[in-house]
């Protein structure tokens, strides 16, 4: 019975965690001894999955489906998952997969673990290493049910190269009214600019900044960098900065390669929040500030001497690298 | 309107996580608790439909009687009356389970929840609650309004907002955003006394599965020290992050 991995697309494009939980399920199902067949929701050139070790894909074309519903995505997949006999589902840690995933656990009554960050340590039992308490810990948890459900945290796990041969079937699932009691009636989404959930690179601003006033600076370092911007809690509560800029424990969590933090203290729940990142570093005046003992490099300094001075370097740096 | 609160009991955002008895147990040992922030959010908005619209906010939580000091908080910011699950919650859908016979039982037309607990971080009760009972469902939801059967809610997205209409019995999986940090309700003393004579049931879980088990904790490794780079020698940084730490 194959590994079933959902491999989500925003307008036809994979997205770079399509690519990842591809990678993963392709090492679950070399442990199970399987093969890996995807689920595709109206995505463009799905043979690229085969890069990823997919070797059958399920190709859904909708029109209903062109903007996400959580409940009916988890019923075509709840579908797919019933027709291939797949018993271990490999799903993303987006946001629209977080939302659909406790549906699609639920409808095949089984256990659904997020979060997790590394491949499984067995799989009799099954066993998968996840974070918990908001990155201050981890679990190691078992899943028993027959039918497991794992969400792989963005940038955990890696994209893994696996060159197969896909096949791709078309799948059409019957959907109806029921499943679409929620109605998606406007989308506000920045385009063009890169996501904290998707970014590379995040720069995140703190109240060292002094006033919203000052953000241009975090703006241009992002720009360079092609970098998501975020910022910590006092500022998002104080309203210089929307509220989905707001990273740490009770807004979102940062799973990038390279965190920035400046004029961020680094209080425990903001710490806690970034920490999945893979490089931090910190820009702050105050060589006390906690973000120095969770920084991998850390410049002590003047927010508003350094930025431009980092700003005018990576510009030298990108120009040379071009 | 009859409105469900569903209120995990978690450590203080600030506290310091250890784990005891061979790492197979989180360390409850000088921990503050309190009403999940995630929740905190959601009995806030439910207070306001209290106060605008006339509904009745009952709260439930699943957990032993050591939460009851939480529960009592939920009563005090003004919740009519509480419900307490007598079962350790220990995984997602056993939670789901014990809410669902609760919400079918009281017949509730809106059940607000977290998005998820800061402590276990699984994120699947609400959801798992709308499918077990057939609810409508909106997740990472950063504003709700109730106009008689129909709701409109603005739920969070990787990079943007979406506006969702849909129709009671509606669950709610919210955030920062159903209210603002600054609308959060310290209990006054008067709430507090009237707390003490609401009514608290306690009620004995139903038979469920529990598909998922914790079976150890770790703690994150330590950091080796910062890297400081001299304030007059940014150059130095750029080069580091290319070359040491590959980031760029």
């Given at each position: 019975m194959p590994v079933l991995v959902y491999t989500e697309s925003d307008k036809g494009k994979f997205k770079k965690n399509a690519f990842e939980v591809a990678s993963y399920a392709h090492k679950v199902a070399q442990e199970l001894g399987d093969t890996v067949t995807a689920v595709t929701i109206n995505a463009n050139e799905d043979d690229i999955l085969g890069t990823y070790g997919v070797s059958k894909i399920l190709k859904i074309s909708n029109d209903q489906l062109d903007t996400f519903n959580a409940k009916a995505y988890a019923n075509a997949l709840t579908q797919a998952a019933e027709a291939e006999g797949a018993k271990v589902i490999i799903v993303s840690s987006s946001a629209d997969t977080k939302f659909l995933a406790p549906i699609l656990a639920t409808k095949l009554n089984g256990g659904y673990v997020p979060n997790v960050v590394a491949a499984p340590e067995s799989t009799s039992p099954f066993v998968v290493k996840r974070t918990a308490f908001s990155n201050k810990g981890f679990a190691h948890t078992e899943i028993s049910s027959e039918?497991?459900?794992?969400?792989?945290?963005?940038?955990?796990?890696?994209?893994?190269?696996?060159?197969?041969?896909?096949?791709?079937?078309?799948?059409?699932?019957?959907?109806?009214?029921?499943?679409?009691?929620t109605k998606s009636v406007d989308v506000d989404k920045v385009v063009g600019k890169a996501t904290i959930a998707d970014a590379d690179i995040v720069v995140s601003g703190g109240r060292g900044l002094k006033g919203p006033e000052n953000w241009g600076m975090v703006e241009e370092l992002a720009e360079i960098l092609g970098a998501a911007t975020a910022c910590s809690k006092p500022v998002s509560d104080l309203g210089w900065r929307p509220h989905g800029e707001h990273v740490g424990q009770t807004g979102k969590p940062v799973a990038s390669n390279l965190y920035i933090a400046i004029g961020i203290s680094g209080a425990i729940q903001h710490l806690a929040g970034v920490s999945a990142s893979k490089t931090k570093v910190v820009i702050n005046n105050d060589p006390e500030a906690p973000f120095f003992k969770a920084a991998d490099y850390g410049i002590v300094g003047d927010a508003f001497e350094v930025v431009p001075k980092l700003i005018e370097k990576l510009k030298e740096f990108k120009a040379q690298n071009a | 309107m009859k409105i469900l609160v569903c209120i995990s009991n978690v450590p203080d955002t600030t506290s310091k996580i250890n784990f005891t008895e061979g790492d197979t147990k989180f360390d409850t040992n000088g921990v503050q608790f309190v009403i999940n922030p995630n929740d905190e959010f959601g009995l806030t908005r439910a207070m306001w439909f209290k106060e605008k619209q006339g509904a009745a906010v009952h709260v439930a939580t699943v957990g032993g009687p050591q939460t009851e000091p939480t529960i009592r908080k939920a009563l005090a910011i003004g919740a009519d009356e509480a419900i307490r699950i007598n079962a350790e919650p220990t995984d997602g859908f056993f939670v789901a389970r014990q809410l669902a016979e609760v919400i079918k039982n009281g017949g509730y037309d809106l059940v607000i929840a977290g998005r998820e607990s800061i402590d276990y971080n699984g994120g699947m009760v609400p959801g798992m609650v709308a499918t077990l009972l057939d609810m409508n469902f909106v997740n990472t939801c950063i504003g709700l309004e109730i106009d008689g059967s129909n709701a409109t809610a603005l739920r969070e997205i990787d990079g943007g907002k979406e506006t969702i209409s849909t129709e009671l019995p509606l669950v709610i999986g919210g955030q920062k955003g159903l209210v603002e940090e600054s609308d959060l309700r310290i209990p006054n003393m008067r709430g507090i006394m009237m707390a003490r004579k609401k009514v608290l049931n306690v009620v004995e879980p139903v038979d469920a599965p529990k598909p998922t088990q914790d079976q150890k904790f770790e703690k994150p490794a330590a950091k080796g020290p910062v890297k400081l780079v001299d304030a007059d020698n940014v150059g130095e940084l750029v080069d580091l992050l290319h070359n040491e730490a590959k980031a760029i």
């Open positions: 039918v497991k459900v794992i969400g792989v945290s963005n940038n955990a796990f890696g994209m893994v190269e696996n060159n197969v041969s896909a096949s791709v079937e078309d799948f059409s699932p019957a959907l109806g009214d029921a499943d679409f009691t | -």
